[in-house]
T-cell receptor, first 113, second 112 residues
């Protein structure tokens, strides 16, 4: 049981490049979400999904796209990377209903130069 | 989601109890109190949650006041590995499940 797996762990991009941060969970969780964390700040919600085929915007969605074609995967796409997107990105998953313990991945540290 | 207020930081001696306070004076009747922690460079980790009764698990105890406007997370015997940022969050149990709203949390430093 791997939990929530994020890849890559580290990435450096040039401004304007695109890339996809991968997130996979093997716990059959309905809910998945992406957060970013900047120095001195708490985690801010980017996008979330309540199930396959359903996504919605969080607090800071601009510059990011998501899709949820399967229960297991929730990739985050940066269409045209900007230095302001330099951050640590965390993916999380949780059950719906009454079980609400959220499991987080170990993060992807992204630098945009 | 109701907002929470936590001190910026605190410390305690190894082996002693760490009592982490949280104020949530605008909490609604259907909102639970959750605690997560984040050890440096790692993803957040769930600790405990509760509605109005005190809760205990293998990691910690959660004490919620009778009026539910504040709570305290208790780590009964703090170790150096408990040094982390602790987040107090209030939100409904179901519904907007994935929308955990993190504040800045409280930094707990456990000293030898």
């Amino acid at each position: 049981n791997a939990g929530v797996t994020q890849t890559p762990k580290f990435q450096v991009l040039k401004t304007g490049q695109s890339m996809t941060l991968q997130c996979a969970q093997d716990m059959n969780h309905e809910y998945m979400s992406w957060y970013r964390q900047d120095p001195g700040m708490g985690l801010r919600l980017i996008h979330y999904s309540v199930g396959a085929g359903i996504t919605d915007q969080g607090e800071v969605p601009n510059g990011y796209n998501v899709s949820r074609s399967t229960t297991e995967d929730f990739p985050l796409r940066l269409l045209s990377a900007a230095p302001s997107q330099t951050s640590v990105y965390f993916c999380a998953s949780s059950y719906g209903g009454r079980l609400t313990e959220a499991f987080f991945g170990q993060g992807t540290r992204l630098t945009v130069v | 989601d109701a907002k929470t207020t936590q001190p910026t930081s605190m410390d305690c001696a190894e082996g002693r109890a760490a009592n982490l306070p949280c104020n949530h004076s605008t909490i609604s009747g259907n909102e639970y109190v959750y605690w997560y922690r984040q050890i440096h460079s790692q993803g957040p980790q769930y600790i405990i949650h509760g509605l109005k009764n005190n809760e205990t698990n293998e990691m910690a105890s959660l004490i919620i006041t009778e009026d539910r406007k504040s709570s305290t997370l208790i780590l009964p015997h703090a170790t150096l590995r408990d040094t982390a940022v602790y987040y107090c969050i209030v939100r409904p149990l179901a519904g907007a499940n994935s929308k955990l709203t993190f504040g800045k949390g409280i930094t707990l430093s456990v000293r030898p």
